[in-house]
């Protein structure tokens, strides 16, 4: 922050805010959650223009000048008058050098840095611009925010009215963008008196039923899951043809759903056969705009929903088609409910390596046109390569001008790239299925190609089981599904031997053996499933008082913010209802009180008093605590707690 003088507001922080604020501290402020646009400029930049534009639109909208802090045991958001100028990064002179320099390269590697990046949510500026020159007439402009002050909408809302004031500034004539009737404060206000009204209770009523004995969505992964998320991704690209859209259009008019709703009953086939189980949920995301003076301004406004559908065997792509539209048209209808509620609600145990009720997201979003272009200044926008996902996997459509593309963001420490790539194939010859065939049984559906593989081929743990150990040199075998089709990579199936191959009516032979092929093709015994053990029993089933001076302190917080008495010493701080605002409150008091630098990943593996005690007494106190860090926000907020509450 500058040395001026520092005026803000504080008011109560959103549900999405309070959960992101949360999810940010469990990833160790690894720069995960942001979002990010590379804009390429042919043209004549001004840059003082640029640098207007970006803090007239931080000016316009409150959420661009806010952080965050715990007071009073709440997240706080506080909106401060600071605005950030773009900074300048000049490659002219490197890349008109004789030595040649991959300008591609290294234009996506600063673009993937930038991303990156961490932000300090306890300190503004949570946007950053970053305008690289590389020649005289060519420039690369880097955008990125945190999630806990945008959505995808907020971030193409931001560059829509960044160019329109670029154009007022350097033409003089008045931008023509609308007043803005509401700041996001006022939104969590309105979800906040929702709350407090008892706006909530029916909904909640609502999703605790849907999500009652949810399952887990196991899908083979190529790894066991590791204790704790790295949160590394990669992005792959799924085709769509055009003419299939067309076709599934067709056939949700018939059905009265939307071509949204197609391409989920696709996707769920595709893991009703991955996966062996009926009853699925994926995670869906919804604007969160409902109210229509929330449509222009920038902010976390998308909520996520439970998409649970029940697939079976002896369903026709028609009847998952219907499901899956009657699953969507209740989950809009009550998508107003703040999912971090859904998720304090529901309870139940909580792991670092795990979101909470799913861990695949099915979206999809409508891209704007991506011409932003401004006189004496061509402007194309893209998004930045991703290298990190948040869930196991994420499906997301784009609809850009009415031409779908997809894509597949998937966790590399769970999965190969070309195990991926088969999931997908098998999504769309499930989508063609259901545009040509709508009739046909979910378990009459070819996923894949069949594959033969040779003896040698296979690895010395299968081939040494019994029912291998005969095998004629000349045979062959294939993976076939519990249907008889065969088994797409990646899924599990069971093994078959054809011991002469060329002779025409000898039937293969199933062996009994459960195999999947990994992503290089390889076979593997199965399953290779998530290995993450299921939680054991509480320990708190035998109560036990807590032990020393630091467990009975704990306990008594603990008491304090779960309104509970008689804490035990093993007790799980989420099966008694604690969420993950409170956990955030916790953690911020438990460090303010001992100076320790503890972790929420450090909470989560063992979540109760002897836990956190056992992690305070690891963790180093030499970084000192928050409050000994003198910052300007520090003293505004000091100055704050004496003043009268703006909230």
């Given at each position: 922050?500058?040395?001026?003088?520092?005026?803000?507001?504080?008011?109560?922080?959103?549900?999405?805010?309070?959960?992101?604020?949360?999810?940010?501290?469990?990833?160790?402020?690894?720069?995960?959650?942001?979002?990010?646009?590379?804009?390429?400029?042919?043209?004549?930049?001004?840059?003082?223009?640029?640098?207007?534009?970006?803090?007239?639109?931080?000016?316009?909208?409150?959420?661009?000048?806010?952080?965050?802090?715990?007071?009073?045991?709440?997240?706080?958001?506080?909106?401060?008058?600071?605005?950030?100028?773009?900074?300048?990064?000049?490659?002219?002179?490197?890349?008109?050098?004789?030595?040649?320099?991959?300008?591609?390269?290294?234009?996506?590697?600063?673009?993937?840095?930038?991303?990156?990046?961490p932000?300090?949510?306890?300190?503004?500026?949570?946007?950053?611009?970053?305008?690289?020159?590389?020649?005289?007439?060519?420039?690369?402009?880097?955008?990125?925010?945190?999630?806990?002050?945008?959505?995808?909408?907020?971030?193409?809302?931001?560059?829509?009215?960044?160019?329109?004031?670029?154009?007022?500034?350097?033409?003089?004539?008045?931008?023509?963008?609308?007043?803005?009737?509401?700041?996001?404060?006022?939104?969590?206000?309105?979800?906040?008196?929702?709350?407090?009204?008892?706006?909530?209770?029916?909904?909640?009523a609502?999703?605790?039923?849907?999500?009652?004995?949810?399952?887990?969505?196991?899908?083979?992964t190529?790894?066991?899951?590791?204790?704790?998320?790295?949160?590394?991704?990669?992005?792959?690209?799924?085709?769509?043809?055009?003419?299939?859209?067309?076709?599934?259009?067709?056939?949700?008019?018939?059905?009265?759903?939307?071509?949204?709703?197609?391409?989920?009953?696709?996707?769920?086939?595709?893991?009703?056969?991955?996966?062996?189980q009926?009853?699925?949920?994926?995670?869906?995301?919804?604007?969160?705009?409902?109210?229509?003076?929330?449509?222009?301004?920038?902010?976390?406004?998308?909520?996520?929903?439970?998409?649970?559908?029940?697939?079976?065997?002896?369903?026709t792509?028609?009847?998952?088609?219907?499901?899956?539209?009657?699953?969507?048209?209740?989950a809009?209808?009550?998508?107003?409910?703040?999912?971090?509620?859904?998720?304090?609600?529901?309870?139940?145990?909580?792991?670092?390596?795990?979101?909470?009720?799913?861990?695949?997201?099915?979206?999809?979003?409508?891209?704007?046109?991506?011409?932003?272009?401004?006189?004496?200044?061509?402007?194309?926008?893209?998004?930045?390569?991703?290298?990190?996902?948040?869930?196991?996997?994420?499906?997301?459509?784009?609809?850009?001008?009415?031409?779908?593309?997809?894509?597949?963001?998937?966790?590399t420490?769970?999965?190969d790239?070309?195990?991926?790539?088969?999931?997908?194939?098998?999504?769309?010859?499930?989508?063609?299925?259901?545009?040509?065939?709508?009739?046909?049984?979910?378990?009459?559906?070819?996923?894949?190609?069949?594959?033969?593989?040779?003896?040698?081929?296979?690895?010395?743990?299968?081939?040494?089981?019994?029912?291998?150990?005969?095998?004629?040199?000349?045979?062959?075998?294939?993976?076939?599904?519990?249907?008889?089709?065969?088994?797409?990579?990646?899924?599990?199936?069971?093994?078959?031997?054809?011991?002469?191959?060329?002779a025409?009516?000898?039937?293969?032979?199933?062996?009994?053996?459960?195999?999947?092929?990994?992503?290089?093709?390889?076979?593997?015994?199965?399953?290779?499933?998530?290995?993450?053990?299921?939680?054991?029993?509480?320990?708190?089933?035998?109560?036990?008082?807590?032990?020393?001076?630091?467990?009975?302190?704990?306990?008594?917080?603990?008491?304090?913010?779960?309104?509970?008495?008689?804490?035990?010493?093993h007790?799980?701080?989420?099966?008694?209802g604690?969420?993950?605002?409170?956990?955030?409150?916790?953690?911020?008091?438990?460090?303010?009180?001992?100076?320790?630098?503890?972790?929420?990943?450090?909470?989560?593996?063992v979540?109760?008093?002897?836990?956190?005690?056992?992690?305070?007494?690891?963790?180093?106190?030499?970084?000192?605590?928050?409050?000994?860090?003198?910052?300007?926000?520090?003293?505004?907020?000091?100055?704050l707690?004496?003043?009268?509450?703006?909230?």
């Amino acid at each position: 922050m500058t040395g001026r003088t520092v005026s803000a507001l504080v008011s109560d922080a959103s549900y999405a805010q309070a959960r992101m604020y949360f999810l940010d501290e469990l990833a160790d402020r690894a720069g995960v959650f942001t979002v990010a646009r590379v804009l390429d400029l042919d043209g004549d930049v001004d840059q003082v223009s640029l640098a207007a534009a970006v803090r007239a639109c931080v000016r316009r909208h409150e959420s661009l000048r806010t952080c965050f802090r715990v007071l009073d045991g709440q997240l706080r958001q506080i909106v401060t008058d600071d605005e950030p100028a773009p900074r300048t990064l000049d490659l002219r002179a490197l890349l008109g050098r004789d030595t040649p320099v991959d300008e591609r390269e290294l234009v996506a590697g600063l673009a993937r840095q930038e991303a990156a990046e961490p932000f300090d949510l306890r300190r503004v500026p949570l946007l950053r611009t970053t305008l690289i020159r590389l020649t005289d007439r060519r420039s690369v402009l880097l955008v990125t925010l945190h999630h806990i002050v945008a959505d995808a909408w907020s971030l193409d809302l931001f560059l829509r009215e960044l160019w329109a004031l670029y154009r007022a500034h350097a033409t003089g004539v008045p931008h023509e963008l609308p007043e803005l009737p509401v700041q996001y404060a006022d939104f969590a206000a309105w979800q906040r008196r929702a709350e407090a009204s008892g706006g909530h209770d029916r909904l909640i009523a609502h999703w605790r039923e849907r999500v009652r004995d949810l399952p887990d969505l196991v899908l083979p992964t190529d790894r066991p899951r590791p204790e704790q998320r790295s949160y590394r991704g990669q992005e792959l690209s799924v085709p769509l043809d055009d003419h299939l859209a067309d076709r599934l259009n067709d056939l949700c008019r018939e059905e009265g759903a939307s071509l949204f709703m197609a391409l989920l009953a696709g996707f769920y086939v595709a893991l009703h056969r991955y996966s062996g189980q009926t009853d699925l949920a994926v995670g869906g995301t919804t604007s969160g705009r409902a109210r229509p003076e929330t449509q222009n301004v920038i902010g976390s406004f998308v909520n996520m929903v439970v998409l649970r559908t029940l697939v079976r065997d002896d369903h026709t792509l028609r009847d998952v088609l219907r499901a899956t539209a009657e699953t969507c048209h209740d989950a809009y209808e009550h998508q107003d409910l703040p999912f971090e509620r859904l998720v304090a609600a529901h309870g139940g145990d909580r792991r670092a390596n795990r979101n909470p009720l799913f861990q695949i997201v099915f979206q999809m979003i409508v891209e704007p046109d991506d011409d932003l272009s401004v006189p004496g200044l061509r402007v194309r926008m893209r998004e930045a390569a991703t290298t990190v996902t948040t869930f196991d996997l994420v499906c997301t459509v784009a609809n850009t001008a009415g031409r779908l593309s997809a894509t597949l963001d998937y966790a590399t420490e769970l999965w190969d790239r070309d195990t991926v790539a088969a999931l997908g194939h098998a999504w769309r010859r499930a989508l063609r299925e259901l545009a040509d065939r709508p009739d046909r049984a979910v378990r009459d559906l070819p996923l894949a190609e069949e594959r033969r593989y040779a003896p040698g081929a296979l690895p010395d743990e299968l081939r040494r089981t019994e029912a291998l150990a005969d095998l004629p040199a000349d045979a062959e075998l294939s993976v076939r599904d519990p249907y008889g089709h065969p088994a797409p990579q990646g899924a599990v199936g069971e093994l078959l031997r054809h011991d002469r191959p060329e002779a025409p009516g000898v039937p293969a032979r199933p062996t009994g053996v459960a195999v999947r092929s990994d992503g290089s093709g390889r076979l593997m015994a199965a399953p290779s499933r998530d290995a993450t053990p299921a939680p054991g029993p509480s320990p708190a089933a035998d109560h036990t008082e807590p032990v020393g001076s630091m467990e009975r302190a704990l306990a008594a917080l603990w008491e304090e913010l779960l309104g509970r008495s008689g804490i035990g010493r093993h007790d799980n701080f989420f099966r008694l209802g604690g969420h993950s605002l409170l956990a955030t409150v916790l953690i911020t008091q438990v460090q303010e009180r001992y100076g320790a630098d503890v972790t929420l990943e450090a909470f989560f593996r063992v979540p109760t008093p002897a836990g956190l005690a056992e992690a305070v007494a690891a963790a180093s106190d030499t970084a000192g605590s928050e409050g000994a860090q003198a910052d300007e926000l520090a003293a505004l907020v000091a100055a704050l707690e004496r003043q009268e509450d703006h909230a």
